[in-house]
């Protein structure tokens, strides 16, 4: 089986992680697997493995009005097109939004499977109303289309009358694959010193603006704790500025983006999700494997998934409640027994999200029979 993966790029991020990690355990199945991105390969964050195709087509850039955004983005559907006529994968798996309309665009009328996914829940992050009225009508055309969450397959089967919605979630990778840079714990953090953790990018979606204020809320009971949050984004002067506003500069690390990422799990007493939204929450998956006893915001969509309340973690709501936040990291910062039973519990997170089972329900969507028929590639222009 050939299969071409499509993504905006391979920056750091969760669903480039995915990608990593899909390409790697697909080709050493025995599968031809290769990965296009709009991007250079400049810009790539995650490397790789030999014997992956990579497709660069080099046409990002930001539009300067409705009628260049048009043509860029028909420039990128054409070399896309060029690319699958050129590669003639069974199966084109866009990733993400923009890139499963792109591709499935690029496919009318080319052999091979069209596959279309969604990371995060739809409604949480608005593509705009032109991309909305796209994903309407070129969804129905992809043989599936692939969810995280039920949440996000009724969405899809509703507002983009998608006929065909299967829901695979993430999976655990373990061991989490090593990169540049590598920043170590105890280069940020001194010894003896509790560690709560928050990682992914600065954004306004992750929510860390909640998180440092709810550990202002609780950091003079608890002396003995830091605050430590992974990643890079534009939102870093915000946090900064919220950082020393709250006079906690001492308490609360941005160490920037670490490709070390298990160090940093492993050297954590707690780990917090606090977005206002996820697709899943592959963070919280990881940190949880790595027996970390984990809060998180009950927010669309994941994390309810992944977390049983009071057993393998915790779970508080409503999200942007700073003040229940900051009471179950209380909670769990001087309660030693509880946590300690929830990081026990944890890892069963790695047989719920298994990478044999994940890539199982992948393989029943390839196999399942190809309701989009398409002409051979060299057939049509």
Request: glycine content about 8%.
């Amino acid at each position: 089986m050939k299969i071409l993966m499509v993504i905006y790029s391979l920056q750091h991020g969760g669903a480039e992680r995915v990608v990593a990690n899909l390409s790697s355990e697909w080709k050493a199945l025995g599968y031809d697997v290769g990965v296009a991105t709009i991007t250079s390969r400049k810009t790539d964050f995650y490397t790789l493995e030999d014997g992956i195709a990579r497709f660069a087509l080099d046409l990002a850039g930001e539009a300067g009005g409705p009628i260049s955004g048009i043509v860029a983005n028909v420039r990128r559907i054409l070399a896309l097109r060029r690319v699958i006529r050129a590669y003639r994968p069974d199966v084109v798996l866009g990733i993400q939004s923009t890139a499963s309309i792109w591709s499935i665009l690029a496919g009318i009328g080319l052999r091979g499977k069209m596959v279309a996914t969604e990371h995060i829940h739809p409604p949480m992050l608005p593509i705009g109303r032109l991309w909305d009225v796209v994903r309407r009508y070129s969804y129905p055309m992809a043989d599936t289309v692939v969810a995280l969450t039920e949440e996000s397959r009724k969405w899809i089967e509703v507002n983009c009358h998608a006929s065909n919605v299967k829901v695979i979630p993430n999976w655990v990778a373990l061991p989490i694959p090593v990169s540049e840079p590598i920043v170590r714990p105890d280069s940020i953090v001194k010894a003896g010193r509790r560690v709560m953790l928050g990682a992914g990018r600065l954004e306004d979606q992750k929510g860390f603006d909640y998180l440092i204020d709810a550990f202002a809320q609780v950091a003079a009971q608890s002396p003995d704790w830091d605050l430590v949050i992974i990643g890079e984004g534009s939102d870093r002067k915000a946090l900064e500025k919220r950082r020393a506003d709250l006079g906690l500069e001492g308490r609360v690390f941005l160490p920037g983006q670490v490709g070390n990422v298990t160090d940093w799990y492993e050297r954590s007493d707690l780990y917090v999700l606090s977005s206002r939204f996820e697709g899943f929450g592959m963070t919280l998956v990881e940190a949880m494997a790595c027996g970390v006893a984990s809060i998180s915001y009950d927010c669309d969509c994941g994390p309810r998934d992944i977390i049983q309340h009071g057993h393998n973690g915790l779970l508080v709501s409503p999200v942007g409640d700073v003040g229940k936040l900051a009471q179950s990291l209380h909670t769990l910062m001087t309660d030693d027994a509880l946590r300690a039973k929830l990081a026990s519990n944890a890892p069963g997170v790695k047989q719920m999200f298994s990478t044999q089972k994940v890539l199982a329900m992948w393989r029943d969507v390839f196999d399942e029979r190809n309701t989009n028929l398409r002409q051979p590639a060299d057939s049509v222009s």
